[in-house]
């Protein structure tokens, strides 16, 4: 069997052992490497044909969302590589209302109804509620938390 | 179909906003319906104590918001018992009934759940 068939029965096996991943990131942007570790985690499940059910930002990591990061030129642009996520592979990029609110973490929704001057969140990511962590757990295979 | 998940708490009560957070996330998930236990370890066995006050730090009192989770059907409420031998603390301190396990028990109910997180 050649270099390809061989990577074809993997792809082929891999597909047949493929789960349902949702996952959690707790830690902040910077502060801690939750977001970027949690990244690599994603983009390996992908790579090994999992499926991606729903990416949760809670407490601090819903910084990561923050329309107008400007990363360092020399460093990982981290919402970068989540955004490509969202647009190339339809991951669902969630933050938790209560947690983004009191952070200044807006959407265009909130920003109407509190009467701020700007919404803050990357169009990439959807503020939704607690109950959202909940259903991912309740729909995924395996459930994942990055602490940070 | 319920999920046995377990969150495995290890903030302080009031030096951050995650105790506080992570609670809201443990009654979602009992409002959810799913078999929710919570584990308390470290500087967490602090959310616990009797007495505290959050309105000294312009908080909500997380020792009593803890007080609804038997309400809310959260069954197993743990703590880490070398944390609390670490601290000085026995049962008589705590605001709930719980039931201290030492590291083999906590490896036993952390083996039993489906989810576990923070």
Redesign the interface.
């Known amino acids: 069997m050649g270099l390809w068939g061989l990577l074809y029965c993997r792809r082929h096996y891999a597909s047949l052992l493929a789960v349902v991943v949702s996952i959690a990131v707790h830690g902040a942007p910077y502060a801690s490497a939750a977001a970027r570790t949690a990244l690599g985690f994603v983009e390996s499940a992908l790579r090994l044909g999992h499926r991606v059910h729903r990416v949760f930002f809670f407490h601090d990591a819903v910084l990561l969302a923050a329309d107008s990061v400007v990363a360092p030129q020399d460093e990982q642009d981290m919402q970068a590589g989540w955004v490509r996520l969202q647009q190339t592979q339809g991951i669902e990029l969630a933050l938790c209302i209560a947690n983004a609110l009191k952070r200044g973490m807006l959407d265009e929704e909130a920003r109407r109804r509190y009467g701020k001057p700007a919404a803050t969140v990357h169009a990439a990511f959807t503020v939704v509620g607690l109950g959202q962590l909940i259903e991912a757990m309740m729909q995924s295979d395996r459930f994942v938390t990055f602490a940070g | 179909?319920a999920?046995r998940?377990l969150f495995l708490l290890n903030r302080a009560p009031y030096g951050s906003?995650?105790a506080l957070?992570?609670l809201?996330?443990v009654l979602?998930?009992a409002l959810?319906d799913?078999q929710v236990s919570v584990l308390f370890k470290g500087a967490g066995l602090h959310q616990l104590l009797k007495g505290q006050d959050g309105a000294a730090v312009g908080q909500r009192t997380v020792g009593k918001m803890l007080g609804a989770l038997p309400e809310y059907g959260v069954a197993g409420l743990f703590v880490c018992a070398p944390s609390a031998a670490r601290l000085g603390l026995t049962e008589g301190d705590f605001c709930l009934p719980v039931t201290l396990l030492d590291h083999d028990g906590q490896r036993r109910i952390i083996n039993e759940q489906?989810?576990?997180?923070?």
Do not use: R
Request: charged share 20%.
């Open positions: 179909m999920k998940i906003s995650y957070e992570a809201e996330s979602v998930a959810f799913q489906d989810i576990v997180t923070g």
